[in-house]
């Protein structure tokens, strides 16, 4: 269940690589922003999830926002010749960073708690009442 | 509603983050650098590094060498016919004169004669030059063959590739093109002259070779050669646009 996410991005990888439609110069530039910007909002989402606030509205409108915001500033940046699309790169570097460290630490919070429990209980079943000496 | 309050819901992540992670792998995956791809970027890209990102997969050279080889032998056989139609009659022996005569002006068969070789290398990294100064640029060529001929040269090549009329020097990453044949340092300039003159010349100082020997003695290094031998010029001649004006008598 976990996995399927990971499924449909490879799903998705292949019929893009089935189309092999070569993009014109600049469109590449702004969906190239334009993919970091979702793999922020996707990775905002996991980390959502694993905080148990994961809400569909707010990640879907997310997604389609940011990434259409990105693309609409890289490509505002290219006309008024500010590099703006540094600027989408870098916020969203950032943001891929800390939604993957927040990610990690909920992993490993999880797996502590987890080998806690485990040691708990085995100590249970080898004492089961420990207020026995 | 005050969005910054935790709003903690039970939804489940897994269908959207599929469906969002499903379009974002088709925008990876068409964002993808192919190939082809770069192709069209490079148009993008400085003209001077296009070519040199460009000519990386574009191998011409060879099959540039081998039609030019072809040229070559072609003019050879075509002097040869010419000068045997002439054996007949004096009138065409007259006409075979002037026009090898003009073949050797033109630079279209192979000479020789007495004169001198340059030869350019690149200097060795110093510290107290700049390295722009220790390269053998294409403009470096050019001004060597441009004080050749004002030297009184008769036939200059450059690596074995006879300069003419209308023959470029251009850089092209790190080889220089001569007339489209790639060359690389050291670069020998051969020129038939008369060989005091010629060697006077580009002793001169403030010219070109004391110009690149005062970054690095080994850059440019003059030897007088008694006899050689300059291969002909095999490139295209063919001309589009020009049409001789006709004499009005």
Redesign the interface.
């Given at each position: 269940?976990?996995f399927?996410?990971?499924?449909?991005?490879?799903?998705?990888?292949?019929?893009?690589?089935l189309?092999r439609?070569?993009?014109?110069?600049e469109a590449?530039t702004y969906?190239?922003v334009?993919?970091l910007a979702?793999?922020d909002?996707?990775c905002g989402?996991?980390r959502?999830?694993l905080?148990?606030?994961?809400?569909?509205d707010v990640?879907?409108t997310g997604?389609v926002s940011n990434?259409l915001i990105a693309m609409f500033l890289a490509w505002l940046g290219d006309r008024i010749g500010t590099n703006i699309f540094l600027v989408c790169a870098l916020i969203f570097g950032t943001r891929i960073f800390n939604n993957l460290s927040l990610i990690r630490r909920f992993a490993l919070t999880r797996w502590q708690d987890f080998l806690v429990r485990r040691r708990e209980q085995q100590s249970a079943v080898a004492n089961p009442n420990p207020n026995l000496p | 509603m005050n969005p910054f309050v935790s709003r903690i819901t039970g939804q489940s992540p897994i269908v959207p983050l599929s469906i969002m992670a499903f379009v974002l792998g088709f925008m990876i995956s068409v964002a993808w650098i192919t190939n082809d791809a770069r192709a069209q970027r490079i148009r993008s890209v400085d003209p001077d590094q296009a070519v040199r990102i460009g000519s990386g997969d574009l191998n011409f050279q060879d099959e540039y060498k081998k039609l030019k080889d072809e040229v070559l032998r072609l003019r050879v056989e075509n002097t040869a016919l010419q000068n045997a139609m002439a054996k007949e009659t004096g009138e065409a022996k007259v006409l075979n004169e002037s026009l090898q005569s003009a073949k050797v002006f033109a630079g279209l068969t192979e000479v020789e004669g007495p004169g001198i070789v340059i030869t350019l290398n690149d200097g060795k990294d110093r510290i107290d030059a700049p390295l722009v100064d220790m390269i053998v640029h294409d403009t470096d060529v050019l001004k060597v063959v441009n004080e050749l001929w004002n030297a009184g040269a008769e036939a200059v090549s450059v690596n074995g590739n006879r300069v003419v009329t209308g023959t470029n020097f251009r850089c092209v990453g790190s080889v220089i093109l001569v007339d489209s044949v790639k060359i690389a340092t050291p670069v020998v300039v051969q020129a038939i002259g008369a060989k005091g003159t010629l060697i006077g010349a580009m002793k001169l100082p403030g010219g070109i070779v004391s110009e690149l020997q005062s970054v690095d003695a080994r850059m440019a290094q003059i030897a007088v050669v008694e006899k050689m031998q300059l291969p002909a010029y095999g490139g295209a001649t063919e001309l589009r646009n020009l049409r001789p004006v006709e004499a009005k008598s």
């Open positions: 269940m976990i399927f996410p990971l499924v449909c991005l490879f799903v998705g990888a292949v019929l893009g690589l189309i439609e070569p993009i014109r110069t590449g969906l190239a334009a993919c979702g793999l909002t996707i989402g996991i959502a999830g905080e148990g606030k994961f809400h569909n990640f879907i997604f990434v | -």
